[in-house]
């Protein structure tokens, strides 16, 4: 499943919402999702952890600078506004770029090259390897080669592509907290899977690459695994 750029566009205007649906698509590469009601936005932002958002500042129900303010670290933003006064505090805010209302599609792509060169250099600085501790040794475990993690009792079993697992006294969420989220799925209570070995996937089971049994999907993030994976190809 080749990943593309996750995108989400909150604008209380429908036309300027409808400009970047068709900027994102005349670009090619990239998932959008639109909202209207930045409330809403922001919830589906803290769900599906977007690589790019695309934000209007002066909205009805929350500014957009306030969005700004509170979106997850490895979340970028561009600012689409009507409003130059706003450019200096958007930038303040770490913004990737400022779009005056209305720009060109040329500016558009300007902008979302800026974004992905950004995202490159926060993908390089996500750590290649998990350690944990294996009886009183520390194991050094590549993200790449990890397939899945289960909760078992009062131990983690970290299972490894290359075959074999390990075993480890800690918790499901310690070890959650220390993987990137953009590799890694939380689906049931008791597993963590890697994103890109999913094979097929339901409301209910996830097939993942090499492994004869499917794993099952917990009702309660039975929402959230949907709404990620239907964003990959």
Known sequence: MNRKLKCIAIDDEPMALLV??????????MELLTFSEPRVGLEAICRLKPDLVFLDIQMNSL???EIADILPHECGFIFTTAYAEYALEGFNLDAVDFLLKPFSYERFEVAVEKAL???DTCRSAVPECLVVK???NNVSIPLSDI????ALGNYVKIVRQSGGHVLTRTNLKAITDLL???MFLRIHRSYVISISSVISFTRTRVKLKGLAEDLPVGAQYAGQVAEILLFLD
Do not use: A, K, T
């Not at 970047?20 to 590469?29: A, L, P, T």
């Open 20 to 29: 970047i649906e068709q900027f994102c698509r005349r670009r090619g590469g």
């Open 63 to 65: 500014n957009g600078l």
């Open 117 to 119: 060169r950004r995202l």
């Open 134 to 136: 294996q009886e009183y």
């Open 147 to 150: 397939l899945y993690v289960e």
């Open 180 to 182: 990137p989220d953009s």
